[in-house]
């Protein structure tokens, strides 16, 4: 079946450390979205790619970097100069003027 | 740029009853389009309906239909027969496209709206 997979579900950060999310999709869509999600807020976008090794930032990049070399594949890495990184993180697909699709989610906490 | 307002934090709905949960827009982009989402406690992005800025009639999927009124830029979302299951948050969102039917720039949602049915 055709989606959009986000792994880790729950991902664990130390103080000072980077860490990845993942996003595949297996939908053929061009255009790419992360967004992040504090408890009870709405989606703040991350970054945006709308071609292989192209991406634009969001509202709230800093802190945060991807990358776009295959069309299947939009990586989140949560750098350690994001202070507040405890958050759900979304990752989207879409093509064409259709509805995005949306992963399953990451919950980042930092210990 | 764009921009999505949801005024409403949480709305209540007596289960049977027909809710409008309201949502603003603003854009400079010609051609564009409108989402809502729900949002269960589990964390999941559920697609509901979609209006295209030139589409001349409003959207209707089952229960849900989008009251769209483009002169006042706005795109609320109507539930009629509301049902238990129907408590979650509620994000409205756009995103613009060209005339070739290709989307660019950001796709933009608003804070959201709480819907809490009650039996």
């Known amino acids: 079946d055709g989606g959009i997979t986000q792994s880790p579900k729950y991902l664990f950060r130390k103080e000072g450390q980077n860490v990845t999310l993942s996003c595949e999709q297996n939908?053929?869509?061009?255009?790419m979205y992360w967004y992040r999600q504090d408890p009870g807020q709405g989606l703040r976008l991350i970054y945006y790619?709308?071609?292989?090794?192209?991406?634009q930032k969001g509202d709230i990049a800093e802190g945060y970097s991807v990358s776009r070399e295959k069309k299947e594949s939009f990586p989140l890495t949560v750098t350690s100069a994001q202070k507040n990184p405890t958050a759900f993180y979304l990752c989207?697909?879409?093509?064409?003027?259709?509805?995005?699709?949306f992963g399953q989610g990451t919950r980042l906490t930092v210990v | 740029a764009q921009k999505i307002t949801q005024t409403q934090p949480g709305m209540f709905v007596q289960e049977k009853e027909a809710v409008t949960l309201d949502c603003t827009y603003d854009?400079?982009?010609?051609?564009?389009?409108l989402f809502w989402y729900k949002q269960p406690s589990s964390g999941e992005m559920i697609f509901l309906i979609y209006?295209?800025?030139?589409?001349?009639q409003n959207a209707t999927e089952g229960r849900y239909s989008l009251n769209f009124q483009k002169a006042r830029k706005s795109a609320n979302l109507v539930i009629s027969a509301s049902q238990l299951g129907d408590s979650a948050m509620y994000f409205c969102?756009?995103?613009?496209?060209?005339?070739?039917?290709?989307?660019?720039?950001?796709?933009?949602f608003g804070q959201g709206t709480i819907l809490t049915v009650h039996p």
């Open positions: 939908l053929n869509h061009d255009a």
């Open positions: 969102a756009m995103g613009s496209h060209n005339a070739g039917g290709t989307s660019y720039g950001k796709l933009t």
């Open positions: 989207a697909s879409r093509t064409g003027v259709a509805e995005a699709f």
């Open positions: 790619s709308q071609i292989v090794n192209d991406f």
């Open positions: 854009t400079s982009d010609p051609s564009y389009g």
């Open positions: 209006q295209g800025s030139y589409d001349q």
